[in-house]
C-alpha cells in the first residue's frame, strides 16, 4: 500500500508544484537578502574580468596558432622541393668529378667549355633554392655535418677531415644530406723519403 500512496504522490503534479512553490520564494528572500547592490556590482566585476581574461587567452592562442601554421606552411614550401634538389645536387656532383678528371687540354675545348656553363647554372639554381654546399675538407669534424666512413693517416690532426667521398648539402640551414668524408687518425702518412 505504501508504494502505490509513493506511486501517487509522483504521479501528482499539483503536489510537486506546491512543494516547489514553497521552497522558491524562500530560497530567493534569503539570496537577495544576503547580496546587497555593491555585493552584486563586485561579484558582476569579478565575472566580467574572468571573462575578459578567458577572452584574452583565447585570443592569444589563436594568433600563436595562426603564426605557428603560417609558419609550418611557409616551410612546407619552401622544403618541398628537397628530393628534386637532391637529384640535382647528384647531377652536379657528377660535373664535378668528371671535371675533376678532365685533363687541362680538354677543359680548353668550346664543348667542354658550354658543358661547365651547365653545370654552372644547375648550381646557380641550387642556391637560388637555398641549397648551399658543405665546406669539410680541413674542419674539425662535426657529427651534425660529416658522416666519417673511414678514419685514415694523413697530413691534418687528429679528427679533422682529410678527404672527402661525397659532397653534403644544406637547405635553408637545414642539413639535407651531410657530407661523407674520411677523418685523419693523427699520424702522419709515410713517405718515400722517410
Not at 577572452?55 to 628534386?84: G, H, V
Not at 668529378?97 to 654552372?120: C, H, M, T, W, Y
Not at 680541413?138 to 679528427?159: C, R, T
Request: aromatic share 6%.
Amino acid at each position: 500500500m505504501s508504494k502505490k500512496k509513493n506511486k501517487d504522490k509522483s504521479m501528482n503534479p499539483d503536489i510537486d508544484e506546491k512543494n516547489a512553490k514553497a521552497i522558491e520564494p524562500e530560497a530567493a528572500d534569503t539570496a537577495q537578502a544576503e547580496t546587497s547592490p555593491e555585493a552584486r556590482i563586485s561579484q558582476l566585476e569579478t565575472e566580467v574580468n574572468e571573462l575578459n581574461d578567458k577572452y584574452l587567452r583565447a585570443m592569444a592562442e589563436f594568433e600563436n596558432y595562426r603564426k605557428r601554421s603560417i609558419a609550418e606552411k611557409a616551410d612546407w614550401i619552401r622544403l618541398a622541393t628537397q628530393k628534386l634538389a637532391l637529384e640535382i645536387c647528384d647531377v652536379v656532383d657528377n660535373f664535378e668529378r668528371a671535371f675533376s678528371n678532365a685533363k687541362p687540354a680538354d677543359l680548353a675545348n668550346p664543348f667542354v667549355q658550354g658543358i661547365q656553363l651547365i653545370e654552372k647554372q644547375l648550381a646557380k639554381a641550387l642556391e637560388k633554392e637555398g641549397v648551399k654546399k658543405i665546406e669539410a675538407l680541413g674542419k674539425d669534424f662535426d657529427p651534425v655535418f660529416h658522416d666519417a666512413l673511414a678514419h685514415i693517416p694523413s697530413e691534418f690532426e687528429e679528427n679533422t677531415v682529410a678527404a672527402i667521398i661525397q659532397n653534403g648539402y644544406t637547405m635553408h640551414d637545414k642539413v639535407i644530406r651531410p657530407v661523407r668524408v674520411a677523418v685523419s687518425n693523427g699520424t702522419k702518412i709515410n713517405t718515400q723519403e722517410e
